[in-house]
């Protein structure tokens, strides 16, 4: 079961990052193809997956601390990295959305589930 726990928290982290980059190239007007989705997506799943294994997310992997922030930032710093090697668009103005929503979908959801079991176990 504790298998299962870390490797759907995962999961739950890879598919943020892919609705990520999806929704930020539809709303760019950007095709959702596979391969235009993969383009995009490879450096944050990179830092993603990076933050994983610097956090030792399968330890906790709903922690929002440490887990949830060593992801997210390497998911940020690691993506905007690779992106400027590859030549792809780091602006600030980017930089501060790509941010923002990655917070949202890798620190939300544990907060959420935090909550919900903290909730769960006072009734």
Do not use: N, Y
């Amino acid at each position: 079961m504790q298998r299962l726990g870390w490797l759907a928290s995962l999961l739950a982290d890879v598919v943020g990052v892919l609705v990520f980059c999806a929704v930020g190239r539809r709303s760019h007007a950007e095709g959702l193809t596979l391969a235009g989705i993969a383009a995009t997506a490879w450096p944050f799943l990179t830092g993603t997956l990076i933050g994983w294994l610097a956090s030792r997310g399968w330890r906790r992997p709903t922690a929002v601390a440490p887990t949830g922030l060593t992801v997210w930032v390497c998911t940020v710093v690691v993506g905007m990295l690779l992106r400027k090697l590859s030549s792809a668009g780091v602006a600030v103005s980017f930089v501060v959305v790509a941010s923002t929503v990655t917070a949202l979908v890798l620190l939300g959801w544990r907060a959420a589930l935090g909550l919900a079991l903290r909730r769960r176990a006072d009734v």
